[in-house]
């Protein structure tokens, strides 16, 4: 039996303002939001991209939602496989780490397991066959991170430097900006 939540799913489309019209029914009903997560998090589920999606827009509302997620989101970072699925993911982690170093009231706290899963899924992302949108959010999460973890800016370094001509003006671009303030 589909939840209420899985047949709104079903109407979700690519459109940017689909997407922003479901994110604003979470956003107007939070108690859907803990089955969102869920359901983001279930490669099997036919609407898990969807969902991704969704939680992506409600993240730029409301990031602190997720705190309570926390462990379960960080910890199943690695299961993703569908790009649709990933690049969205990605772009919220991004948000993530940079709310958790601003340190003001309103920041998310990344426990230390939360943040070696979200180095571990970026440099994942980073190295694998994945879409430069993905490879773009990995890279300036990575950069974040390295001025707090002193190992990371060498290895990241390395891997744009290597994989630097095989990619699109895009890639290259965000590459170009993180290595000059990496130097």
Not at 105 to 123: G, K, M, P, R, T
Not at 150 to 156: A, R, V, Y
Request: with cysteine.
């Amino acid at each position: 039996m589909s939840s209420q939540l899985q047949e709104k799913l079903d109407y979700v489309s690519a459109y940017r303002e689909n997407r922003l019209k479901y994110a604003q029914e979470i956003l107007e009903n939070p108690s859907l939001f803990t089955e969102l997560i869920s359901i983001c998090f279930s490669p099997e589920d036919k609407n898990n991209h969807k969902a991704c999606w969704i939680l992506e827009f409600v993240s730029y509302e409301e990031l602190n939602w997720l705190q309570p997620h926390l462990d379960f989101f960080c910890s199943n970072l690695k299961i993703l496989t569908d790009e649709s699925s990933i690049r969205p993911i990605a772009k919220v982690t991004q948000l993530l780490i940079k709310s958790h170093y601003k340190k003001n009231e309103n920041c998310i706290s990344l426990s230390e397991n939360n943040l070696q899963d979200i180095i571990e899924a970026s440099f994942d992302w980073l190295i694998n066959d994945v879409k430069v949108a993905t490879k773009a959010y990995s890279i300036r999460t990575l950069y974040v991170l390295g001025n707090h973890y002193d190992w990371i800016h060498p290895e990241l370094k390395i891997i744009l430097d290597k994989d630097y001509s095989n990619h699109s003006a895009a890639y290259k671009a965000v590459a170009k900006e993180v290595l000059k303030k990496i130097k």
